[in-house]
């Protein structure tokens, strides 16, 4: 499986230690699917989850966070973006999630935010799942 998980996912990870996202986290830490991820995608995590409400929330400090994301970076599937299709949705940071996942070939893309990533997955053919439908394909697979 080769997914791409949206910033709203890794979030909502850091900031509560069980639901579907930490489990999503964990299993792309442990390499239970392949997590792809690109520069500026990387980038997005860094600047959404090192803001000070998400450090408070996970009880993280920025060097905390900078160690979770050079790990997610060693983990991952690095994808080169060969091909830029902006803007296909209304928000850039969508953007760049959409370009990872259609210049990495993903499987899908899983987000909490679907509505707004809904007309560009029919248009790219592109699956989105929620957190907790992603947590019960990993289950399926063991």
Not at 67 to 72: G, I, S
Not at 108 to 117: C, H, L, R, W
Request: include cysteine.
């Amino acid at each position: 499986m080769r997914w791409v998980l949206d910033t709203d996912v890794l979030v909502a990870a850091i900031r509560s230690g069980a639901g579907a996202s930490r489990m999503l986290l964990k299993a792309a830490l442990e390499k239970r699917f392949s997590l792809l991820l690109s520069v500026p995608l990387l980038i997005e995590y860094e600047a959404v989850m090192t803001r000070p409400q998400h450090l408070f929330s996970s009880g993280l400090s920025a060097g905390d966070m900078g160690l979770l994301l050079d790990t997610l970076a060693q983990v991952a599937v690095q994808v080169r973006l060969a091909f830029l299709w902006r803007p296909a949705l209304k928000d850039a940071n969508d953007d760049m999630v959409l370009e990872t996942a259609m210049n990495g070939q993903a499987d899908a893309i899983v987000t909490f935010n679907q509505q707004d990533f809904c007309s560009a997955t029919k248009r790219f053919k592109l699956t989105l799942l929620s957190p907790g439908d992603a947590v019960r394909q990993l289950e399926k697979r063991q």
